[in-house]
């Protein structure tokens, strides 16, 4: 079966609820046990663009933007569809969308993550610092 990226529909909240807290508590351990309450997920994209990704029914990733900056707020994949392409796809369908380049931040102690960004395309700008550690500020034109 393919994955389709759609436009996120109300019906997929529940599912998108417990796909960022799995995805955060698999892979922000440094961060400690993220909080799992219903309105995180809804707090953390308010007023963002969300697409999500799905094989059948299942939801297996999503990405979040603020339209307002091209600025790509959230990128999630479960675990067992990682490194097959869907966050490419998810990036490349944002891409399609917007005019000028994405950015994002990414904490330098998500190591996988860092080198998927630098593996396709997109190119470090500038460096901070968060409450959640070091960041690398990443542009994709």
Not at 9 to 25: A, G, Q, T, W
Not at 80 to 103: C, D, E
Request: glycine share 8%; with cysteine; charged share 30%.
């Amino acid at each position: 079966m393919e994955f389709e990226i759609s436009d996120f529909e109300e019906r997929d909240r529940p599912e998108l609820r417990n796909l960022y807290h799995n995805v955060k508590r698999d892979t922000f351990r440094w961060m400690g046990v993220p909080d799992n309450n219903e309105d995180t997920f809804d707090r953390d994209t308010k007023g963002e663009e969300i697409l999500v990704i799905k094989k059948g029914d299942e939801i297996a990733g999503f990405v979040s933007v603020w339209l307002p900056d091209n600025f790509i707020h959230h990128l999630y994949v479960l675990k067992q569809y990682q490194r097959m392409g869907l966050g490419k796809n998810l990036v490349n369908a944002v891409r399609a969308r917007l005019k000028g380049p994405l950015s994002l931040k990414c904490i330098e102690e998500n190591v996988s993550a860092v080198k998927f960004y630098e593996s396709t395309g997109w190119k470090a700008k500038s460096k901070g610092i968060s409450d959640h550690g070091m960041y690398i500020v990443f542009e994709l034109k």
